[in-house]
């Protein structure tokens, strides 16, 4: 029965995908939830469960290829009322998009045009919209700009997406979905890329939006901290279907379904550090697995790699006469990585972890200072990254869709290294390492046929981690590397990431922006800000006792459920 005082109502949602014989399979199945007007609506479940397909349907935004089977979308109020699925021009959806509906989407670095300025990409939604002057949507944006928290409001508005963080462009994009005051976001992961300080803002910024404009919300997330906190009701989707439904407080304290369960104890906790993390299929097992002991801490001796007083500068704008004329980026850094252990890098976005580490892999140049790798100087003056440490030195990037070659199959990307380094050199054995690989990452071996865009956000991170561990390092950056997976899909990867580390006496340095996953895995935690040094010391001393207030901040922004 249709619920018309409801702003969102799925009545029975069916989509189909064809395969390589045009055979249609369903994946969403049977989807049926109420969106009241004013409501936060959470769904959660992993990657390729069909919370991003259920909300591409909504926006009108379904690939081609799809076929919608059954079902209605019905959306607004009173004479404002439509069922979505009868809209067939793309004009008729143009003017709901941005304007009553409008999205943040999961992937800012590719969501965001990159021959456009920041400020313009917004501007131009109040000005199609709303039908602003010029300098009206300018002075709409950088006020914007200033809600979302972003420094230096004009600066950004002036520059290119690749100028500035991963999180300041998922501010831009909220800024963006907010512009226009719209009745329904929905928002696909929209705090991935942010570090606890600004999702915890960033979160309140939105349940105030909502509050001041009555907006529903559908929040899509595989962390179920961030829905405990923003959530009235909660949408746990299993392959396509809605398995358990009902408000937040009931089914995150109380989860009747087994898959539910496995959702919420993958999460890392900051109370204990168990050996491996559970995943799902320990649960949906008739006698899933005990919980595993606490791990031990680890003694480390020999110093694999160094770095003294390491700065990265950019150069800035002059616009005074005292204005600075660089961005200290990474600034006077000094430090040390033991063999074999783990060490945590964290702060806020813009705090210099990412360039820290991309200069460690001889990606970005160090202005002063120096960085030494087995007693060679790798960064720092005019030294040149040594080509011999290219296979022993790797990272694993933030941004999964970006680092990897849209032309080639998953089979050509990850068999690359292996050329590159004349690692192997039969077809045959290529294609073996290719699919233990795959199958390390928990990926079918069908995907090596695949290509990039053929994947969730998650499933491309897996591979991209599969194409790092190809070459069989000893020194690894994490930039960010866990935090496109959903919580179970993440217990899998860092459970591999700790048996790799002990089973071929691998070094980590773990960039991320969450906290739970950095006190799991990691042995000694740095804590930055601003590109210096804030804090550094044993991962269960400092969240125990941090020593500094700006460490203490970081540790009280953690969700918890």
């Excluded at 609506?41 to 069909?50: F, K, M, N, P, T």
């Excluded at 009206?136 to 600066?155: C, G, K, T, W």
């Excluded at 004349?422 to 294609?431: H, Q």
Aim: aromatic content about 6%.
């Amino acid at each position: 029965m249709t619920n018309t005082n409801a702003l969102l109502e799925i009545h029975n949602l069916e989509v189909a995908f064809p395969d390589e014989n045009n055979n249609f399979t369903t994946v969403l199945k049977e989807i049926n939830f109420i969106l009241q007007k004013g409501e936060t609506l959470g769904i959660v479940g992993e990657s390729g469960s069909g919370k991003s397909l259920t909300s591409l349907a909504i926006m009108g935004l379904l690939p081609s290829s799809a076929k919608i089977q059954k079902g209605k979308i019905h959306f607004g109020e009173g004479a404002k009322r439509i069922n979505l699925l009868d809209l067939k021009a793309e004009k008729d959806f143009q003017k709901i998009r941005g304007n009553r509906i409008s999205m943040i989407f999961q992937e800012p670095m590719t969501s965001l045009n990159p021959v456009q300025r920041c400020g313009d990409q917004v501007a131009e939604i109040i000005r199609l919209h709303k039908k602003s002057s010029k300098k009206e949507a300018h002075q709409s944006v950088i006020n914007l700009f200033r809600r979302v928290e972003l420094p230096r409001p004009e600066e950004i508005y002036n520059s290119y997406p690749h100028q500035i963080s991963g999180g300041q462009k998922q501010r831009v994009m909220i800024a963006m979905a907010v512009a226009c005051e719209p009745e329904l976001i929905i928002a696909d992961e929209p705090t991935t890329a942010l570090d606890v300080t600004v999702q915890k803002r960033i979160l309140e910024l939105l349940r105030e939006l909502c509050a001041e404009n009555d907006s529903g919300l559908i929040f899509i997330t595989h962390d179920l901290g961030v829905v405990s906190e923003i959530a009235d009701r909660v949408l746990v989707m299993y392959q396509g279907e809605v398995v358990e439904e009902g408000p937040v407080n009931t089914i995150l304290s109380s989860p009747k379904k087994p898959y539910t369960k496995a959702l919420l104890a993958c999460r890392p906790k900051l109370t204990n550090n168990p050996v491996r993390l559970p995943v799902v299929s320990d649960f949906l097992e008739t006698n899933h697995k005990k919980s595993q002991p606490e791990k031990r801490e680890p003694s480390f001796r020999e110093v694999i790699l160094t770095a003294n007083n390491l700065g990265v500068h950019f150069p800035l704008k002059q616009r005074g006469k005292n204005a600075p004329a660089f961005l200290k980026a990474v600034d006077s850094v000094s430090f040390e990585v033991k063999r074999g252990e783990t060490l945590g890098l964290v702060g806020e976005s813009g705090c210099g972890k990412s360039t820290l580490g991309r200069t460690l892999v001889g990606l970005q140049e160090a202005h002063t200072g120096e960085a030494v790798f087995e007693g060679v100087q790798i960064a720092g003056g005019d030294i040149k990254f040594p080509s011999r440490f290219r296979r022993k030195v790797q990272i694993i990037f933030q941004d999964p869709y970006s680092s990897l070659n849209p032309g080639k199959t998953i089979e050509e990307a990850l068999s690359e290294p292996l050329l590159v380094h004349g690692l192997v050199k039969s077809k045959s054995e290529r294609r073996r390492r290719v699919y233990s690989i795959l199958d390390k990452v928990g990926l079918p071996s069908t995907a090596a046929q695949k290509y990039p865009h053929q994947f969730s956000g998650g499933q491309r991170q897996r591979i991209c981690i599969a194409r790092t561990l190809m070459v069989e390092p000893e020194f690894i950056i994490c930039d960010e590397s866990v935090s496109a997976l959903d919580v179970s899909v993440q217990a899998k990867v860092l459970n591999l990431l700790n048996d790799l580390k002990n089973e071929l006496n691998l070094t980590y340095i773990f960039i991320s922006h969450d906290l739970s996953v950095v006190k799991y895995m990691a042995d000694r935690i740095i804590v930055m800000r601003r590109g210096k040094i804030e804090e550094i010391g044993e991962s269960g001393a400092i969240y125990a006792s941090p020593a500094s207030e700006y460490t203490k901040s970081l540790i009280d922004s953690i969700p918890t459920i």
